[in-house]
């Protein structure tokens, strides 16, 4: 991970460390995510993610996930992102003007 150019670590609560073994026993150690068909993972979870994207660190707001749930969530989220700032290069084909209405 590029956690040596991240500010995200510095961000968390000072209580993250609590907090993320709270939220490890409230889901049991069990990956909350779930497969496109509905079915929860429920693989032996040791990572805490935040469901929406960003700086709100409520309970509600964060789940227990295992390494490779985690990781494909993430880069997911990291892909759409990067999306969102890439200049395009797909142009529309101008039309002849005299096939203009």
Same mark, same amino acid.
């Given at each position: 991970?590029?956690?040596?150019?991240?500010?995200?670590?510095?961000?968390?609560?000072?209580?993250?460390?609590?907090?993320?073994?709270?939220?490890?026993?409230?889901?049991?150690?069990?990956?909350?995510?779930?497969?496109?068909?509905?079915?929860?993972?429920?693989?032996?979870?040791?990572?805490?993610?935040?469901?929406?994207?960003?700086?709100?660190?409520?309970?509600?707001?964060?789940? !227990?996930?295992?390494?490779?749930?985690?990781?494909?969530?993430?880069?997911?989220?990291?892909?759409?992102?990067?999306?969102?700032?890439?200049?395009?290069?797909?142009?529309?084909?101008?039309?002849?003007? !005299?096939?203009?209405?």
């Amino acid at each position: 991970m590029a956690w040596h150019s991240s500010t995200r670590r510095a961000r968390l609560p000072a209580d993250w460390p609590r907090r993320r073994r709270r939220i490890l026993r409230r889901d049991a150690h069990s990956c909350q995510s779930r497969f496109t068909d509905g079915r929860l993972c429920g693989a032996p979870a040791n990572q805490v993610d935040h469901i929406e994207p960003g700086d709100d660190h409520s309970d509600s707001n964060l789940q !227990a996930l295992c390494e490779w749930c985690h990781t494909r969530k993430s880069s997911s989220e990291g892909g759409r992102a990067a999306a969102l700032t890439r200049v395009r290069t797909h142009r529309p084909k101008p039309t002849h003007p !005299a096939l203009e209405d």
